[in-house]
Nanobody
């Protein structure tokens, strides 16, 4: 059974940092892609970042580029999202999801999400 579990969310002041974790199980971690998405209150879910576990290719949305860094630890089956210089606009529920690749394939499995709140 495929499972994704996020953790690391919390309340932080603007300018602060958080590191989110997505622990994956039930599939071959090395062959797939893990993406981080977020959904703010009253807004649609948006993609933030993605990493291809097979080749290490990464992608970032313009809104987080230069502030967020995605990485993966294959030994721990975990993908991290290091978030620096956080802004109140980053407040959202953050989800990780699994796909065969970062583009062009459906996101078939999702975690339950972790809340990130950035105070001004």
């Amino acid at each position: 059974e495929v499972q994704l579990e996020e953790s690391g969310g919390g309340l932080v002041q603007a300018g602060g940092s958080l590191r989110l974790s997505c622990v994956a199980s039930g599939f071959t971690f090395d062959d797939d892609a893990i993406g981080w998405f977020r959904q703010a209150p009253g807004k649609e879910r948006e993609g933030g970042s993605c990493i291809s576990n097979s080749g290490g290719t990464t992608w970032y949305a313009d809104s987080v580029k230069g502030r967020f860094t995605i990485s993966s630890d294959h030994a721990e089956n975990t993908v991290y999202l290091q978030m620096n210089s956080l802004e109140p606009e980053d407040t959202a529920i953050y989800y990780c999801a699994l796909s065969a690749q970062c583009w062009g394939r459906p996101w078939g499995f999702w975690g339950q999400g972790t809340q990130v709140t950035v105070s001004s």
